[in-house]
């Protein structure tokens, strides 16, 4: 591993990378640039926005919300701007009148480290821009400062996976028929 001097003085540890795993964005300067290299050479292995993010977390130790918008690479003003059309398009702000901003969209970003808790409609808008699972933009810290309230909104009973839910699905008018009697098939 090859260590550079951060601004603070503290060393940071950047794993060596192969010429043939460096993209265009790599040799531009700056965290900005080695964001785009990360989310390209990501995409490229078929790794979606939830790894992304995942790993965008892990390396730079952000807070999950503000790991999202970068996995998707928006800055604050464009992931507000989406939030509000996103906000119109449902119904739930058709005049636009309680707008998202880039400053606001921070704070809740930053919470509960600093910053202004989001509401439970806040968190399930930014799960729906972001295409994710409400719980993904939460972490534990998030889930010990939230209001019980709140908790029970977000938190529900885990689902059987698609496939055993569509097979109940497929065989429930079987398991009818076969309450009705044996053989029912059959004549």
């Given at each position: 591993?090859?260590?550079?001097?951060?601004?603070?003085?503290?060393?940071?540890?950047?794993?060596?990378?192969?010429?043939?795993q460096?993209?265009?964005?790599?040799?531009?300067?700056?965290?900005?640039?080695?964001?785009?290299?990360?989310?390209?050479?990501?995409?490229?292995?078929?790794?979606?926005?939830?790894?992304?993010?995942?790993?965008?977390?892990?390396?730079?130790?952000?807070?999950?919300?503000?790991?999202?918008?970068?996995?998707?690479?928006?800055?604050?003003?464009?992931?507000?701007?989406?939030?509000?059309?996103?906000?119109?398009?449902?119904?739930?702000?058709?005049?636009?009148?309680?707008?998202?901003?880039?400053?606001?969209?921070?704070?809740?970003?930053?919470?509960?480290?600093?910053?202004?808790?989001p509401?439970?409609?806040?968190?399930?808008?930014?799960?729906?821009?972001?295409?994710?699972?409400?719980?993904?933009?939460?972490?534990?810290?998030?889930?010990?400062?939230?209001?019980?309230?709140?908790?029970?909104?977000?938190?529900?009973?885990?689902?059987?996976p698609?496939?055993?839910?569509?097979?109940?699905?497929?065989?429930?008018?079987?398991?009818?028929?076969?309450?009705?009697?044996?053989?029912?098939?059959?004549?």
């Amino acid at each position: 591993m090859a260590d550079q001097k951060g601004m603070t003085g503290h060393a940071l540890a950047r794993p060596r990378e192969s010429p043939l795993q460096v993209s265009v964005a790599a040799g531009r300067k700056g965290f900005k640039a080695e964001l785009e290299d990360l989310r390209e050479r990501m995409r490229n292995l078929g790794l979606g926005y939830d790894e992304i993010a995942g790993e965008i977390s892990r390396r730079y130790r952000l807070r999950p919300r503000e790991s999202y918008r970068l996995a998707w690479g928006w800055s604050l003003n464009h992931a507000a701007a989406r939030f509000n059309a996103l906000a119109a398009h449902e119904g739930t702000d058709p005049q636009a009148r309680a707008g998202m901003t880039g400053p606001h969209l921070c704070e809740h970003e930053r919470w509960p480290d600093g910053g202004r808790k989001p509401s439970v409609y806040v968190l399930l808008m930014l799960a729906q821009m972001y295409e994710t699972d409400v719980l993904c933009l939460l972490d534990l810290a998030d889930h010990e400062n939230l209001s019980p309230q709140d908790r029970l909104t977000l938190i529900r009973l885990p689902q059987p996976p698609a496939a055993i839910r569509t097979a109940r699905r497929l065989a429930a008018p079987l398991l009818a028929t076969e309450r009705d009697g044996p053989g029912m098939y059959l004549r």
